[in-house]
Nanobody, 123 residues
């Protein structure tokens, strides 16, 4: 089993920045492909970003490309999402997810999920 705990969500102004963190435990972190997803009220959960086990490969949704950056520290068992130039449409609950397989955008491809952290972007 893998346990994931997200932190860092809060209310931020349009154009601001925020860094989300996800602490992982239960399996060697370097064995896990990691992803970030988000779910806005009344919407389906959607892919945001993913990062390979060694951190060398990253993938981003078009809506966040150039504004968000995913990173990881295998030494600290931590996943991060740096969010810049935030927009009201970035308001959502953000989830981190993990899988033992290859990097993927598919929500169904992830086996483990955190409880989520709320990000609200106010205009």
């Amino acid at each position: 089993q893998v346990q994931l705990v997200e932190t860092g969500g809060k209310l931020v102004q349009v154009g601001g920045s925020l860094r989300l963190s996800c602490a992982a435990s239960g399996r060697p972190f370097s064995s896990l492909t990691m992803g970030w997803f988000r779910q806005a009220p009344g919407e389906e959960r959607e892919f945001v970003a993913s990062i390979s086990r060694n951190g060398l490969n990253e993938d981003y949704a078009d809506s966040v490309k150039g504004r968000f950056s995913v990173s990881r520290s295998n030494a600290k068992n931590m996943l991060y999402l740096q969010m810049n130039s935030l927009k009201p449409e970035d308001t959502a609950v953000y989830y981190c997810a993990a899988v033992l397989g290859a990097i993927t955008r598919r929500m169904e491809g992830y086996d483990y999920w955190g409880q989520g952290t709320q990000v609200t972007v106010s205009s």
